[in-house]
């Protein structure tokens, strides 16, 4: 009997585990302190000013829950729900997409940079599992789509803050199967 119970247990904890096979973490170094960054960035229907595939975006509210539906400039749409912010970051999943991934949980954060007191990092980062395609297709396409949006963030902030830049600031995915 003990030895069935601990099988159970082990099944329950490994089946607990994370369901995710897949994790993308993208972040950009860009000018300014985060407060001003996040004003310019932070917003949930903000992305259409600085994401260079998304055409238009609507917040809407469901009762209590706030989604955004984005319109691409490819005619496709994307719908997702607002889980959670705070002053520097917001977490969305999405409802519905035409992109290959389902299960799909993200966070899109602005904090001070430890290297540099006048500069912020941007961090987009999501777990996810692929759908309709392999993980590297799924992997490639939402590490694709952050890369843009991050550059599309550091430009409008060397715009604004008139810095010409010094490289880009970019680092790698970070990705678990």
Known sequence: MMKGLLVT????????????????????????????????AGGFCTIKDWHPVVADCKETKEGEVTFRTLTLKDGGIIKEKLVGSDDTSYSYEIVESPLPVKNYKAKFSVEADDRNQDRSVVIWEADFDANGASDDDAKKKITDIFSAGLKGIKQKAVDAAGDQGSGSGESGSEDKK
Not at 21 to 36: D, F, M, Q, S, Y
């Open 9 to 40: 247990t082990v099944a329950l904890v490994i089946g607990s585990g994370s369901a995710y096979a897949i994790t993308v973490k993208k972040r950009i170094e860009a000018p300014g302190l985060p407060p001003i960054i996040w004003a310019m």
